[in-house]
């Protein structure tokens, strides 16, 4: 007698990482709106009223995405933004009433991703986002609440921390992005051109020399001879590649 055939093994669907975003928003009109649609679209999402419940949400956890009011009652919302800058590396979406060019190329250079003018358009607002989600992802960033090893050494993402024998330094949100990347593509060359939009999220030029002095930063912290280094390689002609082998980090 011929057994039945065993049910085939359906394949267990890919869950995508939720993201998760803090809404900063004096109204809460806005913020149920945009609670409901990024709810729908399978992220996280917590709010604060006023720049202080902000700061204190800021400071207890990571966030893949902030989305900002121009105006709230305790505080102008580009000098939050300036601090969340000097803090924190997550990426900033401004939402105002204000559709004044000056005040957008004062937010943009303080740091602001992307500037959304209210009223605005539910759907618009989440191709922004996603789409913004997307470029930050990119296939490079790991998630930013990772704890990376590699030899002595530990990197603390959520907090930018380096700890080394006991001490610990705090690295420039720069430079935690570009190590993260190497500790996760270790053996891998990485050219300037895709650490470029990866790191500091615009297109490498010839005469763009940011990411080797980011390189040069971080061999100064990591390396016991920045000028031999053993983790970070210079691969001529073609960028930078971090050791493979026994020193090989984990998560």
């Known amino acids: 007698m011929i057994p039945a055939p065993s049910p085939a093994r359906l394949p267990r669907p890919v869950r995508k990482p939720r993201s998760r975003i803090l809404v900063i928003d004096d109204d809460p009109v806005v913020r149920v709106l945009l609670r409901e649609m990024l709810s729908a679209a399978g992220h996280d999402v917590e709010e604060a009223e006023s720049g202080s419940e902000a700061e204190q949400c800021l400071a207890e956890s990571v966030w893949d995405l902030i989305l900002l009011d121009r105006r709230l009652p305790d505080c102008d919302g580009l000098l939050l933004l300036r601090s969340i800058r000097e803090k924190y590396d ?76 006991g001490r610990t330094q705090q690295l420039a949100p720069a430079e935690v992005r570009l190590l993260a990347v190497f500790l996760t593509h270790v053996g891998e060359v990485l050219d300037r051109t895709v650490l470029t939009q990866a790191i500091l999220q615009r297109d490498w030029s010839h005469n763009d020399r940011s990411i080797d002095v980011l390189v040069a930063r971080l061999r100064k912290r990591i390396e016991k001879d920045p000028k031999a280094p053993d983790w970070i390689l210079t691969v ?14 984990s998560n």
Request: hydrophobic share 40%.
């Open 90 to 165: 997550s990426p900033v979406i401004v939402l105002t009433v204000m559709n004044d060019d000056r005040d957008r190329i004062l937010g943009l250079g303080l740091g602001a991703h992307d500037y959304i003018t209210k009223p605005f358009n539910p759907a618009e607002v989440s191709i922004r986002i996603r789409n913004l989600l997307r470029t930050r992802r990119g296939h490079l960033l790991p998630p930013a609440n990772r704890k990376l090893e590699f030899g002595p050494f530990t990197l603390l993402q959520a907090t930018r921390n380096l700890v080394f024998d």
């Open 236 to 249: 001529h002609g073609a960028g930078y590649m971090f050791a493979p082998g026994d020193r090989t980090p």
